[in-house]
């Protein structure tokens, strides 16, 4: 079987970035069904939003003596995840689709819930709880994307790791405290 060449000729490339030229960066070599990733970036815009959302909240309700930390821990996410949702976004314009700000409906299309809590160690739990969610939800979208868009999968990919970051984060946070309330009960 003849290798086939690296490259297509480069005539060739110029001839078919002039054909519908109003598709923007999405050329013939785009593989991936359109429809179904601009959907599944909706649904990770959402859940992005619902995650600045608690991350704000529980930013304003931590309390307690170890709140300060955890609070500021909190902001910063929050901020990550506006950022996750901006980029997503973007990506969902290049790919001539319409991001879906919403907010009606937004906790359907979100993967994960919006869930308070009411103490601080309850706050941690409910944003590692969708953290997990987050990770696993994107490492699913990963695989599905495979080599059929590269671009997607990329900023997908970038996302994922700032989201295992949340979670070892919010983890540690959980051990600490369960450290420190164990100390105080043998006293």
Request: hydrophobic share 35%; net charge negative.
């Amino acid at each position: 079987m003849p290798d086939k060449p690296f490259l297509t000729d480069v005539k060739e490339i110029r001839r078919r970035a002039r054909q519908h030229i109003q598709e923007g960066a999405v050329t013939e070599g785009y593989q991936a069904d359109r429809d179904t990733v601009i959907k599944i970036l909706n649904e990770a815009l959402a859940t992005e939003l619902v995650c600045v959302l608690r991350y704000k909240r529980h930013f304003f309700m931590a309390q307690g003596i170890n709140a300060e930390p955890i609070a500021q821990e909190f902001a910063q996410h929050a901020t990550e995840e506006q950022q996750h949702a901006d980029q997503i976004a973007t990506r969902i314009t290049q790919l001539g689709g319409s991001p879906n700000f919403n907010p009606e409906g937004l906790l359907l299309r979100s993967h994960s819930e919006y869930q308070e809590g009411t103490t601080l160690i309850d706050m941690i739990r409910e944003d590692l709880v969708a953290e997990r969610i987050a990770i696993e939800s994107y490492t699913e979208m990963i695989h599905y994307l495979g080599t059929k868009d590269i671009t997607t999968r990329r900023v997908l990919e970038s996302i994922l790791a700032v989201e295992e970051e949340h979670a070892d984060d919010l983890s540690k946070f959980l051990t600490d405290l369960d450290k420190d309330w164990k100390t105080r009960d043998r006293k």
